[in-house]
């Protein structure tokens, strides 16, 4: 019965917690090329997973335009709003298994918390984007922060997933390291976009 509804919880969780991930129409993935799309997707040709990039950001490109500070703000916005949902998510089962003395829940709670540590750097780098300075050296010092905050939230979504190293495979599992992948996905397309940045007002 204990089983039973700890299943039944944790299922619970999945179908009201949503990571926001790429969608598409069978036949056609992307909307028709424009200007403003074909900028977005060469620029998302220089991140690790260009088809997230490109799906998660060319319905921005009317904002964006051509503008590479637009592009890794939003980048970051898109991560940011996942890696919360992601932190929430993950906080729900930490609480719930929070008296379990198990490998899992240790697994889960280590990642909480480095979750809770993410979306705060994600939340520093967004912060940042939006207040860039006026010269070339004040703008390259900021993005410089930036570079290193959205590193470190890469740095600990990965954590996240390597506590999972010892646990057993099984449904909470595979369903966080799962969630997981996509943030790191997300994130590292940001990070890429921030150094794409920083190339163009290199001296």
């Known amino acids: 019965m204990e089983h039973q509804l700890s299943t039944m919880f944790f299922f619970l ?81 930490s609480l719930y298994k929070y008296s379990d003395n198990t490998t899992e829940s240790a697994a889960i709670r280590d990642c909480s918390s480095v979750f809770a540590d993410a979306v705060d750097e994600i939340y520093k780098s967004k912060k940042q984007m939006k207040r860039l300075g006026w010269t070339r050296e004040s703008v390259r010092f900021q993005l410089s922060n930036v570079q290193t905050w959205m590193s470190a939230a890469l740095t600990n979504e990965e954590t996240c997933t390597d506590g999972f190293d010892d646990v057993e495979d099984g449904d909470v599992k595979d369903e966080v390291c799962g969630r997981v992948v996509a943030v790191k996905e997300l994130t590292s397309n940001a990070l890429a976009l921030v150094n794409s940045y920083v190339d163009t007002i290199a001296v």
């Open 13 to 93: 969780i999945i179908s009201t917690t949503t990571v926001l991930l790429p969608s598409t129409t069978t036949g056609h993935p992307f909307p028709p090329p424009t200007d403003e799309t074909a900028y977005i997707r060469t620029s998302c040709s220089t991140t690790r997973y260009p088809e997230t990039c490109f799906s998660t950001l060319s319905k921005y490109s009317r904002t964006i335009k051509h503008d590479p500070s637009r592009l890794a703000t939003l980048a970051i916005h898109v991560a940011l709003t996942n890696a919360t949902r992601m932190a929430n998510y993950v906080s729900k089962i």
